[in-house]
């Protein structure tokens, strides 16, 4: 198992969940952890971040539903092999930053809504 770095910022409007898949996200979508990788027991991260285990939890199940990660009681959880970054992953990413982002600015769901039909309606040249 490779280390694995990830830190919580308690102070930040993003919730310790969000931060922890996305941290994680990012290390498998930029090649830090490749395909069959193992990541710590859901236990075992949460006692080194000082977090709940539920909320360890919810980030892993997030990370799976998105394909990054498979999670097998008796066997662990890994790294998948579709974790290789599709349109679909990156998009999916590109929307958890600009989330992220959002939250951090203060916005609603309502205002994040609003900017992302704005941006479809007059999208930029390429």
């Not at 977090?51 to 360890?56: D, S």
Request: net charge neutral.
């Amino acid at each position: 198992m490779k280390p694995l770095t990830v830190h919580v910022d308690t102070t930040s409007p993003v919730p310790p969940y969000e931060q922890v898949r996305i941290q994680i996200a990012d290390l498998i979508l930029g090649g830090h952890l490749i395909d069959d990788d193992w990541l710590p027991p859901v236990r075992q991260l949460a006692a080194d971040l000082g977090l709940a285990t539920g909320t360890v939890g919810r980030a892993y199940r997030e990370l799976e539903a998105a394909g990054l990660i498979r999670s097998r009681r008796g066997i662990g959880t890994r790294v998948t092999s579709s974790s290789v970054p599709t349109p679909e992953s990156q998009l999916a990413q590109a929307a958890s930053t600009f989330i992220t982002s959002g939250r951090r600015l203060g916005a609603s769901n309502d205002q994040m809504l609003t900017a992302i039909r704005i941006a479809l309606t007059n999208p930029t040249p390429d």
